[in-house]
Nanobody
Framework: VQLAASGGGLVQAGGSLRLSCAAS????????MGWFRQATGKAREFVAA????????AYADSAKGRFTSSRIAAKNTVNLQLDSLKPEDAAVYYC?????????????????????WGQGTLVTVSQ
């Protein structure tokens, strides 16, 4: 499975960006997917996640009310809408996929739940 993230860029504080992540390869069914980010000098952290069917989402406290995760129904393509961006949101954003059949249809927030990762897309937020 290969993941390709896109949509990062430079935006002013208060602005918006829309990140996308598409899976290809051995992705013959829909899987849970998530977003993590890593700022310079910091550990990677959870941002948002969405269940394989798109019905459940989970967000980090820092993302609640500002970021929205969505997916094309039963497809391994997910979007992350970033609104009201702050300078502290600047980071490399990674998408991840949990390539296991998921009977719980859950949204997973732990890095260890995911076994495929994209290359990351850089989000820069200016004052």
């Amino acid at each position: 499975v290969q993941l390709a993230a896109s949509g990062g860029g430079l935006v002013q504080a208060g602005g918006s960006l829309r990140l996308s992540c598409a899976a290809s390869g051995r992705a013959f069914r829909a899987y849970p997917m998530g977003w993590f980010r890593q700022a310079t000098g910091k550990a990677r952290e959870f941002v948002a996640a969405i269940s394989w069917d798109g019905k459940r989402t989970a967000y980090a406290d820092s993302a609640k009310g500002r970021f929205t995760s969505s997916r094309i129904a039963a497809k391994n393509t997910v979007n992350l809408q970033l609104d009201s961006l702050k300078p502290e949101d600047a980071a490399v954003y990674y998408c991840a996929l949990k390539a296991e059949q998921d009977f719980f249809a859950a949204a997973y927030s732990r890095e260890e739940d995911y076994n495929y990762w994209g290359q990351g897309t850089l989000v820069t937020v200016s004052q």
